[in-house]
């Protein structure tokens, strides 16, 4: 199979779809890779180092599109780069259909086979292609937020570990997750005072195991996210439900009684945000403030530690991405279960429910079951 890996071209997205290791695999196991010149130039990764590992190199990402039969990206397509898509041809990467129509109506317009990585399974029910980003931004949501609690950033001027004599700055964790886990767990290490909100009792048991009872750990109810938020420095929106927009679960009212100078950071800003006020931002211009309370709503965080990031993408979704090099698209498709939970769109199908339960009534969609749609 011919496999392209065109440069990302959302603001301030550096990372690759394909590492130069990653495309010495591809190239083991009999097949061809053309990467678009520069691709991962800015976090290392050299069109001589694609060579070497066994790509040739496009000089635009039309060439990539145009020849390769399967496209292996991070973030959702642009647009421009929807339009360049066609039937047959397969699309591996970040969708994060259920708040974009725009991109969902121009991925059906194409015709091609659309995996998203962020709703592929595995057999504990986990998301094992979205775990690696999940880890990264939960990591980064408490370096950012602690960075934009700095007065002259325009926060409340309040440092999240304190000091002998002066108490440490309150985080809340809203989900229990991999993003709420890792946050957390970046927040207990800088000292700060931290509170999980999550609604299943057993995951609130392994988190209290998990940190051997030095973090709080809260059923979240509407009362608690009233109680929590109003006290909290720093709040960190971990909750996801896999390929739907995510819950609001912090209203307008709740914003508005923090302290002025809070920080909330929106984690699940890809999937619309849980958030009333949250809006998508970029790294160029990451924060906004409403009434007092900073606002951090980047839609790529991960993107902002790209090389890291890619080389930890690049280990979940290698096997994948094999799998559909290797035995076509169609048929790894109905091999594996867990991949074909990834399926959004299939030849103008849309095969994913929970895309069609967020945009089918906008939209006029109907739900077509994935091995259905292949069938």
């Known amino acids: ?14 990372r690759v779809g394909l590492t130069p290791a990653a495309v010495k695999e591809f190239a083991a196991h009999g097949h061809n890779i053309v990467v678009e010149t520069q691709a991962g130039a800015a976090i290392g990764f050299s069109d001589d180092d694609y060579i070497a590992a066994g790509a040739t190199i496009a000089s ?19 647009p421009n780069e929807c339009k360049m898509l066609r039937k047959g041809q397969t699309l591996y990467t970040y969708l994060h259909l259920a708040p974009d129509p725009v991109q969902t109506e121009l991925l059906i317009a194409s015709g091609a086979t659309c995996i998203a990585y962020e709703t592929v399974t595995d057999d504990r029910n986990g998301l094992p292609l979205l775990a690696p980003m999940s880890e990264v931004a939960g990591r980064m949501s408490v370096q950012a937020g602690a960075h934009y609690l700095e007065k002259a950033n325009g926060g409340s001027g309040t440092l999240l570990g304190g000091v002998p004599g002066v108490a440490p700055g309150k985080v809340l964790v809203i989900g229990g997750g991999v993003v709420g886990t890792n946050a957390a767990k970046m927040a207990l290490g800088l000292g700060a005072d931290v509170t999980i909100l999550d609604r299943s009792l057993p995951r609130l048991r392994q988190l209290d195991d998990i940190f051997n009872g030095q973090v709080k750990t809260v059923f979240s109810t509407v009362d608690a996210i009233e109680q929590y938020s109003a006290e909290a420095d720093l709040v960190v929106g971990a909750v996801l439900i896999p390929g739907a927009t995510a819950p609001k679960l912090l209203n307008a009212a709740h914003i508005k009684a923090m302290k002025p100078g809070a920080v909330v950071v929106d984690v699940a800003i890809d999937q619309g945000g849980c958030f009333e006020t ?98």
């Open 60 to 78: 635009t990402a039309q060439q990539v599109f145009a020849e390769a039969e399967m496209i292996v990206k991070v973030k959702e397509p642009q």
């Open 278 to 375: 949250s809006k998508a931002t970029t790294h160029q211009d990451p924060v906004y403030v409403v009434d007092d309370v900073v606002h951090y709503c980047v839609a790529n965080m991960p993107g902002g530690v790209a090389r890291t990031s890619t080389i930890a993408l690049n280990n979940a979704t290698l096997p994948f991405g094999l799998a559909l090099a290797n035995k076509g698209a169609k048929q790894a498709l109905l091999d594996d279960k867990h991949l074909l939970n990834g399926l959004n769109v299939h030849e103008g199908k849309v095969t994913y429910k929970a895309v069609v339960d967020a945009l089918g009534e906008s939209l006029g969609l109907t739900y077509t079951p994935a091995e259905e749609a292949l069938k």
């Open 1 to 14: 199979m011919l496999v392209g890996v065109p440069k990302e071209i959302k603001n301030h997205e550096y």
